[in-house]
């Protein structure tokens, strides 16, 4: 599933009318069309439905939606919210067929709010990705009322008002109960301060080729497919040195057991063979806890790590640092320094990050591949701005830090975004608000370590990782957790059940 800023849908829908000759109006029956398929689903054959039409196209969604129901036998009425002479084109041409019909279309008058108290389902098709800045009178006064009101909204494409694009945090929208988005999502439908708007959403096809998906837009939905089709299967003859040597540095006498969390993910998730490379105290209070995984003692200053040990990474495939170590200088040194010097991918989370802030040219200059995988706080901290500047375009902010230091980035939070360094992004939406809970970071870089050394692209890792990670929560959720007991420890026993349903 693509998901498309306004621009590149208007493109999708260019190249699909010019390029392979889909004519402007089938597109609008085929989304109208659908659309009244699914409001079918959740509306009752007794409900009195008002569909509210604009002047674009997305009102000429909401004619076909109405003639639709109308022929269905619902009891349907259009409320047009603009004169007769803002009804132009392919909407013009629907607005007639309608009318043909048999249909009623009252006018707008600013006032006649009483169609949408004495109908009980609303079908919000009054703007779509065409909204321009906050919505003007009469329509704002009206989206009030409607939110005030309203039983039931049905948003088409996009709740009426709303942005498509990040970047936005004033606007005038509709409060959907439902929405069905036209052929994609649009950004707006993954952002913190939007995406509530849409309520819940589902995207409906209108017959848009692929072809002119790919051809104009780089971001999408990891889903379970592309798990299956891009995790690498075991084969019977298989060593473990094929499935990865890692390492991960971590630990502190404060935050032991961050390290004991990302060794036992790892080895969950499919590694080879896992060291963690800590203080001798945090090894003594571990080995008898993780007895998979092997230990390398290194030098430490109060029961901080310190740079004075000589690390060899030979051997290693991946590195993964920063659980559970601390934010004391020595420590930020150790961490500098094997960035600068590992010749393997390195995966940087938590306090790593902290560490890493100073000098960023470490990571630009670095010639094997690097991850980090801040949550919002530490990719705000990285790039000196508030978390609500950073939450407000999450997708800009990515791919600009991802670019411009030549590294992947795994934002996580309520959504995973994650965006290679070439600009590719793609949204993980498995997981659940159980995980907002000290340690699930520490699993999940313990996933991606493991994933990154099963032989798929590193982008890919990332985005099985994210996916198996949520998607192990989900499934804890479902059976015997809630969102309130749920431990990260729990999620690692849950990756046994995510990998017999992938594979
Ligand atoms: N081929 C296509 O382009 C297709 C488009 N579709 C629908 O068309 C929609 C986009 O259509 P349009 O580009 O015509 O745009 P919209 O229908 O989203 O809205 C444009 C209208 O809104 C008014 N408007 C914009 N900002 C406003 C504001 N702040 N206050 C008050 N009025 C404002 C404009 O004056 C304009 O008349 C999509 O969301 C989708 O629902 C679908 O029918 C499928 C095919
Ligand atoms: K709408």
Redesign the pocket.
Known sequence: MYIVTAKEM?DI?HFA?TEIGLD?KL??EN?GRAVADRVTAIVKDTDKICVLA????????GFVIARTLLDKGYAVQVLQVVAND?ILGDAYYHKRLFERCGGIISLFDGKCTSMITSNNVIIDAI??????????EP?ASLVHYINREAKKVIS???PSGLPADEGKGEFISIQADYTFV??APKVSAFLNHTSPYYGKWEPVS?GLPSRAFKTNTSRFVWGIDDVRNSLPDRKPDDHKGEHGKGLVIGGSKEMPGALAMSLKASLRAGAGLITGATTEGVIRMLSANCIEATYKELSETNGFLDNRTDVSLEGYHAVAIGMGMGRRTCTGDLVRSLVHTAECPIVIDADGLYHIKEDLLDIENRRYPTVITPHPGEMAMLLGITVNELLLEPFRYSREFAIKNNSYVVLKGMITIITSPEGEQVVNMSGNPGLAKGGSGDVLTGIILAMIMQGQTIFQALCNACYIHGRSADELISEKHSYHDLLASDVIDGLAKVFRIIS
């Open positions: 208007y829908d009318m402007g597109l609008m989304a604009g002047s674009g196209n997305n009102g000429g969604d803002k703007i779509g990705i065409g909204s321009k800045g906050i919505l003007r329509l088409v494409d996009i036209i052929g209108i």
